[in-house]
């Protein structure tokens, strides 16, 4: 059975940083794309950043371009989110998923093309002004 576990969301002022990593199990496959998500109160879930397995592609939101940084450790099974310079209105509850496939293009799945196949149980990030 897959899991996704994220964790190092907290609290921090604007400006600031933090890193979000999600710690994958249970999934085999050597072709997928995995990803960030977030989800702000009263607005759709939506693509922050992905990555596809070989980390030879990634792809950023707008909103997020040059502040964040998407990066994976295969041989842990890990996939992290380095968040710097921080804005109140990055504010969400973030999401881990992945997509397996022959071949993943990251630009479908982060613009919600594609769904992913499997999704972690979040990690909330609050940023105050």
């Known amino acids: 059975q897959v899991q996704l576990v994220e964790s190092g969301g907290g609290s921090v002022q604007a400006g600031g940083s933090l890193r979000l990593s999600c710690a994958a199990s249970?999934?085999?496959?050597?072709?997928?794309?995995m990803g960030w998500f977030r989800q702000a109160p009263g607005k759709e879930r939506e693509g922050v950043a992905v990555?596809?397995?070989?980390?030879?592609?990634?792809v950023y939101a707008d909103s997020v371009k040059g502040r964040f940084t998407i990066s994976q450790d295969n041989a842990k099974n890990t996939l992290f989110l380095q968040m710097n310079s921080l804005k109140p209105e990055d504010t969400a509850m973030y999401y881990c998923?992945?997509?397996?496939?022959?071949?993943?293009?990251?630009?479908?799945?982060?613009?919600?093309?594609?769904?992913?196949?499997?999704w972690g149980q979040g990690t909330q990030v609050t940023v105050s002004s």
């Open positions: 990555i596809d397995a070989g980390s030879i592609s990634t």
């Open positions: 249970g999934y085999t496959s050597s072709t997928y794309c």
């Open positions: 998923a992945v997509k397996s496939a022959a071949y993943c293009t990251p630009y479908l799945l982060l613009a919600g093309y594609t769904r992913p196949d499997y």
